[in-house]
């Protein structure tokens, strides 16, 4: 027992001495774009359930970032996504459905998310120059549904859904690389997972309300600043 202890002891010893390279670092700005992809029902390209035809898109995200000791820390995010909608898979479906009766044309928007989000970091304190965290996070964000127009040759307009958004709630689980070049520059590589679920409203349908499970992943790239 007394020897698993001492272990432990100098275990802990070590640690200290080769991450103590981190401690003048509190506070972090991040700055960092790339892309978007859908996943689970989002990414669904049939018409059932909570299907939401989603396609790659793009993003930007703006974090802070704050050390409290070597291990945790709090952070906070503003985001922006835009996906776009697959009118390819969403015209195929209806030709499907139409026994590919007529020339059926599809137009649609992009889905847009705007988020706000708090939450905590677990890091691995920095060593030769590089620093690793898990970024756990709830917050609200602004959901926009697209304008979707279906069309026909032989039967006219046939689908419709005006644009509108919802706020809703919104998690945020991912991980995060800074590589420091200087004291205060980094370069900082970025992967999450983002999950809510707003409602909309589509005034030509039967169903009238309805909800979509926006969930989506960024993987994107970046600066860091020491401030």
């Keep these: ?11 802990l010893l070590a640690m200290n001495i080769l ?12 700055i960092n774009s790339g892309l978007s992809i859908p996943f689970e029902e989002f990414d669904n390209k049939t018409l059932t359930g909570y299907s939401g035809f989603a396609g790659a898109g793009a993003n930007v995200e703006l974090d802070f970032l704050r050390y409290l000791g070597r291990f945790f820390g709090l952070s906070s995010t503003i985001g922006y996504s835009s996906i776009s909608f697959n009118e390819n898979a969403y015209k195929a479906e209806y030709d499907r459905i139409l026994n590919n009766y007529g020339v059926t044309v599809v137009d649609a928007g992009n889905y847009q998310v705007l988020k706000g989000m708090v939450g905590m970091i677990i890091k691995i304190p920095e060593t030769m ?14 959901s926009v549904h697209p304008d979707i ?3 026909n040759s032989e039967l006219g307009v046939i689908n419709s859904v005006g644009k509108n958004s919802d706020w809703s709630s919104i998690s945020s689980a991912g991980i995060k690389i800074n590589y420091w070049l200087t004291g205060k520059y980094g370069i900082s590589l970025n992967y999450n997972l983002n999950s809510t679920r707003p409602g909309f409203h589509d005034n030509t349908g039967l169903e009238g309300p309805f909800f979509v499970p926006i969930r989506y992943q960024n993987i994107n790239a970046g600066i860091v600043i020491n401030i």
């Design 129 to 142: 120059h590089t620093e690793v965290m898990l970024i756990f996070q709830l917050g609200i964000a602004m």
């Design 1 to 11: 027992m007394k020897k698993a202890l001492l272990a432990i002891v100098a275990s």
């Design 149 to 151: 127009v279906v069309s």
């Design 19 to 30: 991450y103590s390279q981190n401690e003048d670092k509190k506070s972090i700005l991040g």
